[in-house]
């Protein structure tokens, strides 16, 4: 049996709780987080079957600032496991907590700071893309007539889909968030 494993799973910008919840389920299963590939591969190694909290962190000031940045999770006993386009990753097993399941965030207020560096980060490139270039090939292809020109213009059609699902989920899971 092989002591490395590879998943292919595809989350989104607003996914990173279901992230986390798929980085524990998988350490039960006796697969440890080791490395993350983009866009979706997930690379695991062979452990002791054990329940860890994973949990991440999007934060680019984290990176000048990353000595300072890590050690603050260190000092509450966290690991830092790294980072990919911005988020920061870290566990930390149940067994070291102190009688409940910790979170690297403290409350509502600061879990919502995060989608705000999110957003800024993130989602605001995305819209800005989306009205620059997506936008106006969408419109220019569907003018011209040619086998080519509908091929591609389907592909913008998939891309304009991809984008509004990306925004649509983004918003709820922030909408759900700032009702708490």
């Not at 910008?13 to 490395?35: T, V």
């Not at 000595?67 to 790294?82: S, V």
């Amino acid at each position: 049996m092989s002591d490395k494993k590879v998943t292919f799973k595809l989350f989104t910008i607003a996914d990173h709780e279901e992230e986390e919840q798929y980085l524990r389920e998988m350490h039960r299963q006796g697969w440890r987080f080791y490395k993350f590939i983009i866009p979706c591969i997930y690379i695991f190694e062979q452990c002791e079957p054990e329940d860890v909290v994973y949990q991440l962190d999007y934060h680019k000031d984290g990176v000048s600032r990353k000595t300072e940045y890590i050690q603050m999770f260190l000092d509450f006993g966290w690991e830092y496991l790294g980072e990919v386009m911005g988020y920061n990753y870290f566990r930390k097993p149940v067994s070291k907590m102190n009688g409940e399941e910790e979170e690297i965030f403290s409350d509502d207020e600061s879990r919502m700071d995060m989608l705000d560096r999110v957003f800024k980060g993130r989602v605001v490139i995305l819209i800005v893309l989306f009205f620059t270039l997506i936008c106006p090939q969408l419109i220019l292809q569907s003018r011209m007539d040619s086998a080519i020109n509908d091929m591609v213009f389907w592909m913008y059609v998939v891309l304009l889909a991809l984008y509004v699902w990306i925004f649509v989920k983004f918003a709820y899971k922030y909408y759900k968030l700032k009702q708490k």
